[in-house]
């Protein structure tokens, strides 16, 4: 039998998948990042709600990034029309340690008026 | 022999009415530690009633945990008797067929945080809400349970519980006035719907074996796309006519592909109280994630419009062919005799059977968007086909879900995923109550591990194949991962003309873990403690 290490699994009770999942053990947590960009989509599912946004890099070029939140039922107040393609986001977060473009989410702010802070 | 020791309801605290026991197997296997009164009411039965379920799972505990002796023929037929004379009226069995049918549900509608939180360590929170009970048995049982399995039951949850899961209820006093067991014997209209394989019709015929309410079922099913055949023999169970509980499998060999229909299946299903209709989920697999959408309905002397293909239009599209497949089309057809509302016209009936009407249908330009309600004479299929100008976005259905890695006693827990096209409803947003679904579409399927910047190591996570059945790898790698799955439309593009793109968070998760010395193992939303399924 495999027995995960401590601190792989955390307990996150919510709704419909309700599953121990991960903790934040991909993420680095030493340091915050702060974006800008236009959000392409928004999945208010489980058991994490997730945005996806673009950003331009100093060069230019379109970076497709993707932030990661808590789960549907601890967003109070939020729905799955909170963000819509096209809203302005600024995402600060812990990046993917595998340098993937992904962030956990800490603090949101919409040109929408939704915010998020302390997730 | 039957004990009954007499003594007054409410000296055990009880202030309401109890539903007396009747039943000698009942009063003579429970009565041995249920004291019964002298109005006939049985310590804590007469004071609270359940789903088979429920009542299945209450008698396994007197039998493991308090030495009650039963054969399996006097345990099933007590669980009947409970489940019919100590059931939930239809009306309050709908709201929670979700847990009957194994289906992964946001209970939100269901329940509050309270006791969402209160039961979502172990199971669904509809296990509890599958029983009605006084105010004093729901403060009896939460007091109990949180001493047998060592948590604080919370006053909130339990308030909730008194307020909309009372003994008494008003559907109940209805139901158990009016109850009987109807006919279930003889033939049946069957449409279903298997995720990642569309839409099925055809026919099951039941027999009664035993007091009218089991019965051995043989049902034939035909793919729409006429690619298929699901030929099914099977045992079934209407308890109080209404929850059909059954078991079925092909009629050939089942292969050992984990997703072929020919596997034996359990059947969950509400049948309406007037006999006419059935509905529910026949599922199996290790964690029954796979399955079924299974519709019923008696046949009639008239025609009846069962299903159409395909399911949607679009506006300004001529010489659209539409089937209608149904019973007990009469042989001269017209296109008079076919309608499916405003913007649509139907030119002409191409051919008809007593099975099945091809028709011709032109949809103006200007026909508005929305689901229609297609019409043969006097039978009407509602919201039966969409009309649509603009596909705006696809949703892969489920939009979240586990599977999960095989281990020791464990088998792959496997997902199906299917892709469904939407076009925003009057306030022009997305996910809202107001869209117009369209139906399956053809896409290209693929996958995305999160937070992986080389995607070149998918195999070690699983496979996903090109009709969307996501199959976890075969060795498990002691870790979860988090996987969009990915679907590409073929031939809807959006406006931009990029492919319409949706995604499904999939959650691939080992079978059992340990923490902290406590033994954990998935289930199938969630995790739960070792040998705590029964609470």
Known sequence: ?119 | MVVTLAAPSFVRGQTEAGIPVTDPLVLARCGTCHTVDERGNMQRISWARATPEGWQAATKRMIGENGVSVTPLEARAIVKYLSTRHGLAPEEAKPVMYAAERRIHDESDTANDSLQDACSRCHQAARALSWRRTADDWKRFAARHAERYQFTPDPEAVDFLVKVAPLHTREWDAWSARARTPEIGGRWLVTAHIPGRGNFYGEMATEATGGGDEFLTRTRLRSVDGTSVLARTGRALAYAGTAWRGRSSGSSLASSAPDDSSNATQEAMLVAPDGSRAEGRWFWGQYQELGVDVKMQRPSSDPIVLLVDPLSFKAGSNANRIRLIGDRFPAQVTAADVSAGPGVTVRRIVSSTPGEIVAEVDVARDALPGRRNIAFRSSTLERAVAIYDRVDYLKVMPDSSLAAFSGEAYLRGYQQFEAIAYQRGPDGRRHTADDVELGPVDVAWSMEVFYEVDQSQQDRVGTLSPAGFFTPAAASPGVNYDVWIIATAKNEKSPDGKPLVGKSYLVVTVPTYTFNGRRYVRDLDRWIEEGSSGR
């Open chain 1, 1 to 119: 039998m495999k027995t995960l290490a401590i601190g792989v699994m955390v307990f996150l009770a919510t709704t419909a998948v309700a599953v121990a999942h991960h903790g934040l053990a991909a993420f680095d947590r030493t340091t915050k990042v702060t974006l800008m960009g236009t959000v392409t989509d928004f999945h208010f599912v489980n058991p994490h709600s997730v945005v996806e946004f673009e950003v331009k890099d100093d060069a230019g070029q379109v970076q497709k990034w993707q932030a990661e939140m808590t789960s549907p039922k601890n967003l109070k107040g939020w729905t799955a029309t909170s963000l819509e393609p096209g809203d302005v986001v600024t995402v600060t977060g812990y990046r993917a340690k595998s340098g993937a473009l992904f962030l956990w989410v800490t603090e949101l702010s919409s040109s929408n008026g939704m915010k998020l802070r302390g997730a």
